[in-house]
């Protein structure tokens, strides 16, 4: 089993930062991608950031330019940077983490709440 552990998020105002970590512990192999969704209120979860092991990144259109996705692979951690945040960026986040085994195996977090004033 793997366990997903996320660190940061909070209150921020709009146009703001804020920073958010995930760090994954337990029998972690075959690792291909680890990344940040995020559900609002009465809507579904969507992707916001995700990076696999080799490095390849796929933003959510609407946070591109604003947040960075970061890993240490080493450490089993995943690192979102939020810059320029918008009310609409009101969401819980979800770390997640997935593999290359078959089946692809899927691990995800508890989720940290982000919220932005206006």
């Known amino acids: 089993q793997v366990q997903l552990v996320e660190f940061g998020g909070g209150l921020a105002q709009a146009g703001g930062s804020l920073s958010l970590s995930c760090a994954a512990s337990?029998?972690?192999?075959?690792?291909?991608?680890m990344g940040w969704y995020r559900k609002a209120p009465g809507k579904e979860r969507e992707l916001v950031a995700t990076m696999t092991t080799g490095g390849i990144t796929n933003y959510a259109a609407s946070v591109k330019g604003r947040f960075t996705i970061s890993r240490d692979n080493a450490k089993n951690t995943v690192t979102l940077q939020m810059k320029s945040l918008r009310p609409e960026d009101t969401a819980l986040y979800y770390c997640?983490?997935?593999?290359?085994?078959?089946?692809?195996?899927?691990?995800w977090g508890q989720g940290t709440q982000v919220t932005v004033s206006s």
């Open positions: 997640r983490l997935w593999t290359i085994s078959v089946p692809q195996e899927d691990y």
């Open positions: 337990g029998n972690i192999y075959n690792t291909n991608g």
